[in-house]
């Protein structure tokens, strides 16, 4: 059995579509489908139930689904374990940030990495997903949480506060948020109601959300455009933008995080120094 089938298997049954597994692949939609149909062409087995809204496991698709989790969880220990023993440092490192993250503060790190280590190859993951560092889908995350996995090792950076934020060229803006029930909003959508800041926001003042978007410099972007006022984190300084007010009990924190067998590789934990370093030096 060809384990590049087995993996697109796990990923439809995990996505429920062609195209959610295409992504989480990173692979085009027709890959997937061939893939899909050689596996199903092997075993002679209907793995799928094709429906309008998915892709859903037949009585078979269940078993080889209970069965091939585990084989995943090996093949990944095993690359792990073997990664884990590469003693140069040099090489590539992924590491996934957000985008506010990636283009504020991510550039002038790789600079300075790129001078000390010159053999050290960063890929950037850019995007607010959270991607599975046990599946070495990235090596390093860089991550706004409160709530970092039991399961990775990690550093806390900094810790956030929110803020309402409103474009400079703005006349009358709010004083407080007792004001801000008068005001046009930018919100979130569903991706990023995991952060505290952008589900108050939902809560408290769905009615005066104008906007959506799913990613934080957008949101900054919109406001500076002068669509409506962003809730932006501390660590997002924004040309064009001024900070009115903090929310009340409502915070966040930088985490750097990697799986525990992956941080001592010397290319990588490299890169994880240098990221804790300009985190001290900025505070």
């Known amino acids: 059995m060809n384990w590049n089938d087995l993996r697109v298997f796990l990923a439809i049954a995990e996505q429920g579509t062609l195209a959610g597994a295409a992504r989480a692949l990173g692979n085009n939609h027709s890959t997937v489908f061939r893939r899909l149909e050689a596996l199903e062409n092997d075993t002679a087995v209907r793995l799928f139930d094709r429906l309008p809204t998915g892709y859903q496991l037949t009585n078979a ?13 090996a093949i990944d220990a095993i690359e792990r374990d073997i990664v884990g023993r590469d003693l140069e440092t040099a090489g590539p490192v992924r590491l996934t940030t957000a985008p506010n993250l990636a283009r504020t503060l ?12 010159p053999g050290i190859e960063v890929e950037l993951i850019v995007g607010d997903n959270d991607y599975d560092l046990n599946r070495r889908e990235a090596d390093l995350a860089l991550r706004a949480t409160t709530r970092p996995p039991e399961h990775l090792v990690g550093r806390r950076l900094a810790t956030l506060e929110w803020w309402v934020c ?12 007792a004001e801000l029930a008068r005001f046009d909003i930018i919100g979130s959508d569903q991706t990023l109601q995991r952060l505290d800041a952008m589900r108050w926001l939902e809560r408290n003042y769905r009615e005066r959300i104008v906007a959506r978007a799913n990613d934080l410099s957008t949101m900054a972007a919109l406001a500076r455009a002068n669509v409506g006022l962003a809730v932006l984190p501390s660590d997002q300084p924004e040309a064009g933008l001024r900070r009115l007010f903090a929310l ?10 990697a799986h525990p067998d992956i941080r ?20």
């Open 61 to 73: 698709g269940e078993r080889m689904l209970s069965l091939a989790l585990p084989v995943r969880e």
């Open 166 to 177: 409103a474009s400079r060229a703005r006349r009358r803006v709010p004083t407080s948020i």
């Open 248 to 257: 009340p009990d409502i915070g966040g924190e930088l985490w750097l995080l």
């Open 264 to 283: 001592q590789v010397r290319r990588v934990r490299a890169v994880w120094d240098a990221i804790v370093g300009a985190a001290h030096n900025s505070t």
């Open 106 to 117: 991510v550039p002038n790190i790789l600079a300075t990495l790129r001078r000390a280590h």
